[in-house]
T-cell receptor
């Protein structure tokens, strides 16, 4: 089975712009979670989608949003980019929602905001 | 906040067993212990998980104390490719929850 794929792998944007990142889960997986990783804050949970519904949300401002499509692919959007949004954005998929189902991570999208 | 405590860094000689401790003293009866690792600039990789019994797979062994307040991840024969940050996480079973990652342990394998 192919693993979790994320596109693009690298992205450079300027402050004020918006960005959309894409995640394709492992075939058959219906849950997709998004995380932000920065050197200062580590890995932080953004949100989780399961069957096109947001099931859980982390403590991020409304500029961060996401959605999931009927084929389980997911996108996350960040509007009005700030310098502090520079990070590695990771997507993880699992077959179902909630523990103990194992999450499998993609390689991430590295976003740089100038 | 993360519900686990791990040492920030550890060293291990190549070929020796690497034993990574994790403290989860407030763990509840229905919480699983998960281990992931992250090699530089890659996505975290699932290693192993367990509830109360010790577990072993092709990558590692997980030893959970009888009171479940701590656990140890064992990499039996560490190689240079095992150099990574190792995260210990607790997750509630069968409930929508979010994974909370702590700072993890940075494991250095020394040649």
């Amino acid at each position: 089975k192919a693993g979790v794929t994320q596109t693009p792998r690298y992205l450079i944007k300027t402050r004020g712009q918006q960005v959309t990142l894409s995640c394709s889960p492992i075939s058959g997986h219906r849950s997709v979670s998004w995380y932000q990783q920065t050197p200062g804050q580590g890995l932080q949970f953004l949100f989780e989608y399961f069957s096109e519904t947001q099931r859980n949300k982390g403590n991020f401002p409304g500029r961060f949003s996401g959605r999931q499509f009927s084929n389980s692919r997911s996108e996350m959007n960040v509007s009005t980019l700030e310098l502090g949004d520079s990070a590695l954005y990771l997507c993880a998929s699992s077959a179902t929602s909630g523990s103990p189902d194992t999450q499998y991570f993609g390689p991430g999208t590295r976003l740089t905001v100038l | 906040d993360a519900k686990t405590t791990q040492p920030p860094s550890m060293d291990c000689a190549e070929g020796r067993a690497a034993n990574l401790p994790c403290n989860h003293s407030t763990i509840s009866g229905n919480e699983y212990v998960y281990w992931y690792r992250q090699i530089h600039s890659q996505g975290p990789q699932y290693i192993i998980h367990g509830l109360k019994n010790n577990e072993t797979n092709e990558m590692a062994s997980l030893i959970i104390t009888e009171d479940r307040k701590s656990s140890t991840l064992i990499l039996p024969h560490a190689t240079l490719r095992d150099t990574a940050v190792y995260y210990c996480i607790v997750r509630v079973a069968n409930r929508d929850d979010k994974i909370i990652f702590g700072k993890g342990t940075r494991l250095h394998i020394l040649p």
